[in-house]
């Protein structure tokens, strides 16, 4: 149990200095489990009670109906007290009349962020979600944002910021608690609920607006004016919604991003459209890896 290499070969890894104590320790009991199958992905997660542990498998379909009909594994998985989801719908597994079933998922506190003035603030979402690795770096980037907030408020009206790649929150409850009104456009439905929950949850969704679509594909034609945009994309980059930022002409733009590839794509794209780098940050996510993520503060040099 392992990583893949490059070759497609795995690479055993039964210890991590990565991680946290208590993340090795549910992986080390997690590994003892003899799962039945040949191939497939799993997720582990610890709550920031240090104590609460999930596990997502995503296996093939009929690996998951055998670990359902047998239950053996599933059932090692809860006396070892993992909350458990499978398959690409995030399902929740459940013991209903002493048999494993499929079940809604349920949101909860399995990350964190920071608000005004670094108040931590638990973030509910699905073992499945999409999430920075560690809320370590997630503060690193969050300051680094708090920071550039601090300079671009140059009076007492709130910002009005276009968030793109909004996910659960991290970057957007920050945001909401700097006064600032935010709009979201994020493509990940269930992220969107899980957005919603917390920031009901943080007395923060009144000066929140989602909107759910593919606006990687297609063209958007905002009709409000904002002070910024805020982006933080997947790996693919901005795409379609780079021309929607040019279109807009925010003053700035903060651009997050964990693929240097697609950064420097839209990067191109923008400061040929007139924005200038002002400030760049690099948050070291996977010590001893090259992946990291890029934090980018962008201004238009006619505005």
Same mark, same amino acid.
């Given at each position: 149990?392992?990583?893949?290499?490059?070759?497609?070969? &795995?690479?055993?890894?039964?210890?991590?200095?990565?991680?946290?104590?208590? &993340?090795?320790?549910?992986?080390?009991?997690?590994?003892?489990?003899?799962?039945?199958?040949?191939?497939?992905?799993?997720?582990?997660?610890?709550?920031?009670?240090?104590?609460?542990?999930?596990?997502?498998?995503?296996?093939?379909?009929?690996?998951?109906?055998?670990?359902?009909?047998?239950?053996?594994?599933?059932?090692?998985?809860?006396?070892?007290?993992?909350?458990?989801?499978?398959?690409?719908?995030?399902?929740?597994?459940?013991?209903?009349?002493?048999?494993?079933?499929?079940?809604?998922?349920?949101?909860?506190?399995?990350?964190?962020?920071?608000?005004?003035?670094?108040?931590?603030?638990?973030?509910?979402?699905?073992?499945?979600?999409?999430?920075?690795?560690?809320?370590?770096?997630?503060?690193?980037?969050?300051?680094?944002?708090?920071?550039?907030?601090?300079?671009?408020?140059?009076?007492?009206?709130?910002?009005?910021?276009?968030?793109?790649?909004?996910?659960?929150?991290?970057?957007?409850?920050?945001?909401?608690?700097?006064?600032?009104?935010?709009?979201?456009?994020?493509?990940?439905?269930?992220?969107?609920?899980?957005?919603?929950?917390?920031?009901?949850?943080?007395?923060?969704?009144?000066?929140?607006?989602?909107?759910?679509?593919?606006?990687?594909?297609?063209?958007?034609? &905002?009709?409000?004016?904002?002070?910024?945009?805020?982006?933080?994309?997947?790996?693919?980059?901005?795409?379609?919604?780079?021309?929607?930022?040019?279109?807009?002409?925010?003053?700035?733009?903060?651009?997050?991003?964990?693929?240097?590839?697609?950064?420097?794509?839209? &990067?191109?794209?923008?400061?040929?459209?007139?924005?200038?780098?002002?400030?760049?940050?690099?948050?070291?996510?996977?010590?001893?890896?090259?992946?990291?993520?890029?934090?980018?503060?962008?201004?238009?040099?006619?505005?």
């Amino acid at each position: 149990m392992g990583l893949y290499g490059k070759d497609k070969t &795995l690479q055993d890894i039964k210890s991590c200095l990565q991680i946290s104590p208590e &993340l090795q320790q549910a992986y080390t009991d997690f590994r003892k489990i003899q799962f039945p199958i040949r191939k497939g992905s799993v997720r582990l997660r610890i709550g920031p009670d240090g104590k609460t542990r999930g596990a997502w498998l995503d296996f093939a379909n009929v690996d998951i109906k055998n670990l359902l009909d047998d239950g053996s594994c599933l059932q090692t998985l809860f006396d070892l007290g993992f909350y458990v989801e499978v398959g690409q719908k995030n399902k929740s597994v459940a013991l209903v009349n002493q048999k494993f079933k499929l079940v809604d998922p349920i949101l909860r506190q399995w990350f964190k962020t920071e608000l005004k003035n670094y108040v931590s603030q638990k973030l509910s979402c699905y073992i499945s979600s999409f999430t920075q690795p560690s809320w370590i770096t997630a503060k690193a980037m969050v300051k680094v944002v708090f920071n550039w907030l601090s300079e671009l408020e140059t009076s007492s009206t709130p910002l009005s910021i276009c968030e793109f790649g909004a996910g659960i929150g991290q970057f957007t409850l920050p945001l909401l608690s700097s006064r600032a009104f935010v709009d979201v456009y994020e493509f990940d439905e269930s992220a969107t609920q899980a957005l919603r929950f917390n920031a009901k949850a943080a007395d923060l969704d009144a000066n929140l607006e989602v909107h759910v679509g593919d606006f990687q594909k297609k063209d958007v034609s &905002l009709q409000k004016r904002y002070d910024l945009a805020f982006v933080n994309p997947p790996r693919s980059g901005l795409k379609n919604f780079v021309h929607e930022i040019i279109r807009l002409k925010t003053k700035n733009c903060i651009y997050i991003s964990c693929f240097p590839e697609s950064l420097i794509t839209d &990067l191109k794209a923008l400061t040929e459209a007139g924005y200038k780098i002002q400030e760049m940050t690099l948050v070291d996510q996977f010590p001893q890896t090259k992946h990291f993520e890029t934090c980018v503060l962008l201004q238009r040099i006619d505005a």
